[in-house]
């Protein structure tokens, strides 16, 4: 076949942000391919189009106008979503995967209880002809629905499998490298999913983000939220990240509108779901998946999503039970039964698409076949929160066997806003607030040391003894002062005290190392010093589980001199 003259036209016609993700994970099909060019459009009419076309606009991909788009003759058309004035588009059409299937019906658009990838109201044309000339769908179930609603659709549909999932299930040897980026470290990081509209997880319970972050203990869970593009359009970046603003003070990962989502389900340990497909995908890996809402009129009966949120044990919306609950889940959920239902011929959708999609452009396929891209590393970790409420219990008879003699405290960190009990607050000098700063015992902070000096300027510093020195003068209800000189150093001081210095030992594992946040150990020993101990008794940190052994000793003159 002789290659055309000039490059033939692919045009990705984009009607949101959701819908330009999912074809934007077919674009693979094409790379290398100097005989096609792709050009993105904004089909316009839907409420959700602010920043439909973001993912592209940034990397420079070229973007018509409705009009230009309407103007001329397009050798392919791709998209993802069939409303719209798509027959006004003039070339080939094929209709991608939306989403999980059909699990979802919104009443007050096209026909009652019926999901618009289902509906004649926009799957036909005025003359009741197939919009599309190919309907790709995951699964043979849906192309069987679809032929029940839609005869005439039915007829162009083609089981392509998942383009998007196929990202996923790319990716698990990402794990590792997704959950350093987060900062997860032994920590369970549970996701939690909101689709959009009345039914979602935000819009029925807007405080949960928050409330879970004051009944999971900072050091034991990770949270992460996931959030539909749809949302992101009608609130705003910035809208939703205020109205967020408490739980992403306590540690809370706020997923980007594209690709992040994916790879938080990689990392993930367990989701927390309203009746959005992110859960399928995430059962699709056999992650735990617990329901916080049921969808209501939106979940159709009998889908896939339906019959996961039946299985899927209940939390409590006031988060009370979410320790136990999350706790009770194992890691292999037996989830990805319900996924099955959902996604047919995994890893499988661009080898299958590809030549459907080059017939359509009269071309021979590319000789190497197409791979789903790996899922992007998330971008750097969430800042640590610059205050805890420290609950703080001390025993003197520890049940580890080799320190039967010592002190072990063990220490949970939740946001200096809960409304549950707490031994003292912790507070980070120079990122908390004042009012936090003022009403600490335990006042630390954070250093990597002074920069070397720079002849053509002007430099002073602090030792870390004056700081913790003067920090304590300063703050009249604080206790213990303490610099963290590394992860695994600090220098302490406690009110009317001498200067010790911190060694924290790492926890060794099951072929791995542990290494806990410095601030978390200076809670145990505030609470260490607090008590009648001389400083020589053998003190162990406990950690959400994890022994920590903590030495004091007379601090070092390398550490009083430390600068800051």
Not at 24 to 43: H, K, Q, Y
Not at 45 to 64: E, K, N, P, T
Not at 260 to 266: H, I, K, P, R
Not at 447 to 460: K, L, M, N, V, Y
Request: overall charge neutral.
């Amino acid at each position: 076949m002789t290659p055309p003259d000039t490059p033939l036209g692919v045009l990705f016609a984009v009607r949101s942000a959701a819908a330009l993700h999912r074809l934007l994970d077919l674009l693979p099909v094409f790379d290398g391919d100097s005989r096609v060019r792709c050009r993105f459009t904004l089909v316009p009419g839907s409420a959700f189009d602010v920043d439909a076309l973001a993912a592209v606009a940034s990397s420079g991909a070229r973007c018509l106008s409705w009009p230009e788009a309407l103007a001329c003759h397009h050798d392919l058309i791709l998209t993802a979503s069939p409303k719209g004035e798509l027959a006004a588009l003039r070339g080939p059409k094929v209709l991608l995967p939306h989403g999980a299937g059909f699990n979802k019906a919104l009443s007050e658009e096209g026909s009652p209880h019926l999901p618009s990838g289902l509906d004649p109201a926009f799957l036909l044309t005025a003359d009741e002809r197939p919009v599309a000339d190919l309907h790709a769908l995951a699964h043979p179930d849906q192309v069987a629905r679809l032929t029940e609603q839609c005869p005439q659709a039915g007829s162009t549909a083609l089981v392509a499998g998942d383009p998007t999932l196929d990202r996923i299930l790319s990716s698990p040897d990402r794990r590792e490298a997704f959950r350093a980026a987060l900062g997860t470290g032994p920590r369970r990081l549970v996701v939690l999913s909101s689709t959009w509209g009345p039914e979602s997880l935000l819009a029925r319970h807007p405080d949960l983000p928050a409330l879970l972050a004051t009944r999971l203990p900072y050091d034991a869970y990770q949270l992460a939220l996931v959030v539909h593009p749809n949302e992101y359009s009608r609130t705003g970046s910035f809208d939703l990240a205020r109205q967020l603003r408490p739980a992403l003070d306590a540690g809370l990962v706020l997923a980007g509108p594209y690709e992040e989502w994916a790879a938080l389900l990689v990392a993930g340990d367990a989701v927390v779901t309203d009746h959005g497909s992110t859960a399928l995908y995430a059962a699709a890996l056999d992650r735990p998946v617990v329901a916080v809402c049921d969808g209501g009129a939106e979940l159709v009966a009998g889908s896939p999503m339906a019959r996961l949120l039946a299985a899927a044990p209940r939390l409590d919306p006031s988060g009370d039970d979410a320790a136990a609950v999350l706790a009770a889940q194992p890691a292999a959920a037996g989830t990805r039964r319900f996924a099955e239902a959902a996604f047919a011929l995994p890893g499988e959708a661009l080898t299958t698409l590809g030549p459907e999609l080059y017939k359509l452009l009269g071309l021979l396929p590319p000789p190497r076949p197409a791979h789903p891209r790996p899922l992007a590393v998330p971008p750097a970790a969430p800042r640590t929160p610059a205050a805890f409420a420290v609950q703080a219990t001390r025993s003197d008879l520890s049940d580890l066997s080799d320190r039967a003699d010592g002190v072990v405290i063990d220490v949970d960190r939740l946001p200096p806003w809960t409304d549950l009990p707490y031994h003292h607050l912790a507070a980070e000098y120079g990122r908390a607030g004042i009012r936090e700063t003022q009403s600490a015992a335990l006042l630390y902070r954070r250093t990597t040391g002074a920069p070397p000096p720079d002849a053509a300027r002007h430099h002073e510093y602090r030792t870390a003894a004056d700081w913790t020195a003067e920090a304590l003068a300063d703050h009249p209800g604080c206790r213990t002062a303490a610099v963290v000189l590394s992860p695994t150093r600090c220098l302490v001081r406690r009110r009317n005290g001498e200067p010790l210095t911190l060694r924290i030992d790492p926890h060794r594992t099951a072929g791995r190392v542990r290494y806990t946040d410095p601030a978390a150990a200076l809670s145990a020993v505030h609470t260490f010093l607090g008590g009648q101990h001389p400083p020589t008794t053998p003190l162990t940190c406990r950690i959400n589980g994890t022994p920590y052994r903590l030495r004091l000793t007379p601090a070092t003159t390398a550490d009083l001199q430390h600068l800051l």
